[in-house]
């Protein structure tokens, strides 16, 4: 059995990704300050290791075959609040990690990027893998210069592929609801609303969780002749939409019961992209934001989600910050109400 270290492995993505990857005979060890808790089931095949990317040393890639690099600050907002984070976790210990697991012997590196490295595009325009990218935020810088010095370490002996996403939406054990496609889903099935970021023109791909995760496993049995280091654009045409196309599917769902709740200012980030070169090697997406809408509403009607605090990245982030200042602050050496 070949082993996956998943970095990472108990958030959004991850926490589907772990199980997947052991059903197709996998061992996995799985990397994640769980910050949003674990719900990765034991398994015999699965080995926890609870620590920081930024920290994680040469033992962690002791006889194992490849790395798939989940772990990161996970969106925009995230991104501007925490900028240095950003940089540290989604840049240079990416980087650092792709040099351990070279200097350690694995095979292949995976790096799940982002179609955010593109934006913001004219709208005759389609971004393929070779389009000039115009990271805005952060988030989108950081994953775009990990990306390029990443690369640079493949050779015949490492293969590098970098996986550039759309934005991911539907159901995951560790759910995400500042997502998109999830968030208009709580608040159209909670309260008939539909909010919409104004003014609506501006343009996305999405991808469904279950083909991101598919395309990563993909990744692990393509031949390296093919993949090495490359950049893929991860979806399909039927997923690049504009906000108000999206809207239709919804309206399309819960029958054209939806109020419309226009927020925010006019976007600045506005993409869509080819996903030909994918397609050319093999890997074509199945699923539609109406499968997405589907998927996640039946899991919130049988109560295995709901919108909580977890469920909002950046709120929890801070929560966690606050909480943190708290106890150092109530501590003596480290310590509370017990002593001994």
């Known amino acids: 059995m070949k082993t996956v270290i998943i970095t990472g492995a108990g958030g959004y993505i991850g926490s589907r990704l772990t199980p997947f990857l052991i059903e197709k005979g996998y061992k996995i060890r799985a990397i994640d300050r769980f910050f949003f808790g674990n719900k990765l089931k034991k398994n015999q095949n699965l080995e926890i290791i609870k620590n920081d990317i930024r ?8 006889n194992a075959n490849y790395l798939i690099d989940l772990a990161a600050i996970s969106n925009d907002v995230s991104g501007e609040r925490f900028e240095k984070e950003t940089f540290d976790i989604n840049y240079k210990a990416r980087v ?11 095979q292949r590196y995976i790096f799940p990027s982002s179609c955010s490295n593109y934006g913001l595009i004219r709208d005759d325009q389609i971004a393929d893998e070779n389009f000039k990218i115009n990271p ?36 995951s054990p560790k759910m995400r609801f500042d997502l998109v496609v999830n968030r208009m889903t709580y608040e159209a099935w909670k309260y008939r609303i539909l909010p919409l970021m104004k003014d609506g023109t501006q343009r996305r791909p999405t991808l469904h969780i279950e083909d991101a995760i598919s395309a990563m496993k993909f990744m692990l049995t393509m031949d390296t002749n ?4 490359q950049i893929y654009n991860v979806g399909g045409e039927n997923n690049n939409f504009t906000i108000k196309d999206l809207a239709n599917e919804f309206q399309k769902y819960f029958n054209n ?5 226009w927020y925010g200012s006019k976007d600045t980030r506005s993409y869509f992209v080819s996903f030909e070169k994918i397609k050319k090697i093999g890997f074509n997406t199945k699923f539609t934001p109406y499968d997405g809408i589907k998927e996640i509403v ?4 049988k109560g295995k989600i709901d919108l909580t605090p977890e469920t909002i990245t950046l709120d929890w982030y801070e929560k966690l910050e606050k909480l ?17």
């Open 136 to 171: 805005l935020t952060n988030y989108s810088k950081a994953n775009s210069i990990a990306e390029g010095e990443i690369l640079s370490l493949s050779d015949k002996n490492f293969c590098v592929t970098v996986l550039r996403q759309g934005t991911v939406y539907g159901y």
């Open 298 to 301: 039946d899991n919130l009607e």
């Open 55 to 62: 920290l994680i040393k040469d033992d962690i890639f002791k």
């Open 257 to 261: 019961s939806l109020k419309i709740n």
């Open 226 to 229: 093919i993949i090495n280091n």
């Open 96 to 106: 650092n990690n792709a040099k351990l697991a070279k200097k350690n012997g694995l």
């Open 324 to 340: 943190n200042k708290k106890n150092s602050d109530l501590a003596i050496n480290n310590k509370m109400l017990k002593f001994n």
